[in-house]
Each structure stands twice: as structure tokens, then as C-alpha cells.
């Protein structure tokens, strides 16, 4: 999709660094995750915030 915004980044890294436990290689897992773990008001950032940590722990379990 391109580069992502620097506050996708943030929260999702925050979030990974707190509850690692939480978040798996599933995307839809993730998104039914951020719904309980944060406050996102939209969808939209909700999904991407989600997509950002599924590529996250992929790329670290790949590597």
C-alpha cells in the first residue's frame, strides 16, 4: 500500500510492546484484539493499525 503514517507506527509499536501476548499472524484476529485493547474511533485506522502489526510479527517470525 506504500508508506504507512507515523502514528500508525506508533501505536502500533506501543501496542506491540505492551501486549505482545495479545497479537498474533492473523489479521482479523488482530482487528477483533484492537477493539478491545484501544479506543480507535475509526474503521479505517482500526484496519490499518491491525495490518501494520500482522506484518510486523510476520516479518520477525520470518527473519
Known amino acids: 500500500m506504500g508508506i ?3 502514528y ?3 501505536i502500533g509499536t ?8 495479545n497479537f498474533s499472524n492473523d489479521f482479523d484476529a488482530n482487528k477483533q484484539q484492537l ?3 484501544a479506543v480507535i474511533g475509526s474503521k479505517r485506522v482500526r484496519n490499518r493499525i491491525a495490518g ?11 527473519s
Open 4 to 6: 504507512k503514517p507515523s
Open 8 to 10: 500508525i507506527k506508533t
Open 14 to 21: 506501543e501496542l506491540l510492546a505492551k501486549q505482545r501476548d
Open 35 to 37: 477493539g478491545v485493547s
Open 52 to 62: 501494520y502489526i500482522t506484518r510486523k510479527i510476520n516479518t520477525k517470525r520470518h
